[in-house]
């Protein structure tokens, strides 16, 4: 049998307590800081958080289906479970550090897994300037805000805002607008995962803008930069049947 120290951790929904109670007296119990593998029982968001939990470390993240989305998650079963993780698929996640500055020149970092987005604060559009790799890309896009999602992340927010889904492994970033009314017809663009991405937000006082990375939000920003984070890498481990390459493939043909 794999001699891994497994932790197991729930969401708190009674579905994941549950879960968690019985696991815990089958396999035992070990501290989270003492584990190899932590198996996340809850659903995506749960899964996030766990993964913000170790970045950086050699912790892999085995997530067990108890919520509500589960895009991110292996079924859940309570045998074998050991054997299981051995056979695991890893996959390393790079975040992206969100570096924002503040209309009172505030500056402030944040990390996301699955994507950074600014979003207007009130009823007024946003209006921001786009560059990469400090060449003026876009002076001015009118919107509800805008995205950079990683490729594990493409599946969520960046998709019900319509961005592309973008394959694990390929070195890219979705760059993806929330609702444009101008450009009207710009539905966004694919970056390298090396690029330096900054949104300056123009009248920044009159048009309020907050930044968010994963679940961490600044407000009133004057001016954000995006960029890949090697150092903060994370591991998650699939089911081999399930792997994450293959999620992602078949999301695009899901209707």
């Known amino acids: 049998m794999p001699d891994k120290k497994i932790a197991f951790l729930g969401s708190g929904s009674p579905r994941a307590e549950e879960a968690l109670a019985l696991l815990n007296k089958r396999y035992g119990r070990v501290a989270p800081e003492d584990a190899d593998v932590i198996v996340a029982l809850g659903g995506d968001g749960f899964l996030l958080h766990c993964l913000h939990g170790v970045m950086g470390e050699d912790i892999a993240i085995f997530g067990m289906n108890r919520g509500s989305v589960g895009f991110l998650m292996n079924d859940y079963t309570e045998d074998e479970l050991p054997e299981r993780i051995a056979l695991a698929e890893p996959v390393s996640l790079l975040p992206l550090r969100q570096k924002s500055i503040d209309i009172n020149g505030v500056e402030s970092t944040a990390l996301a897994i699955n994507e950074v987005s600014l979003l207007r604060e009130t009823r007024q559009a946003a209006k921001i300037r786009i560059l990469i790799d400090d060449i003026e890309r876009m002076p001015e896009m009118i919107c509800d805000g805008v995205l950079v999602a990683t490729p594990a992340g493409s599946t969520a927010y960046n998709l019900s805002a319509h961005g592309p889904i973008v394959p694990i492994g390929s070195g890219i970033l979705a ?13 966004g663009a694919l970056v390298p995962h090396t690029a330096k991405i900054v949104f300056e937000v123009l009248e920044a006082k ?12 600044v407000r009133d920003i004057a001016s954000v930069e995006i960029r890949e984070a090697p150092e903060y890498s994370v591991n998650i481990l699939f089911d081999r049947e399930h792997s994450l390459q293959e999620r992602i493939l078949k999301e695009q043909f899901s209707s």
């Open 175 to 187: 760059l993806t607008p929330i609702s444009a009314f101008r450009p009207r017809r710009w539905r």
């Open 206 to 217: 009159k048009r309020p803008v907050s930044a968010v990375a994963d679940g961490t939000e």
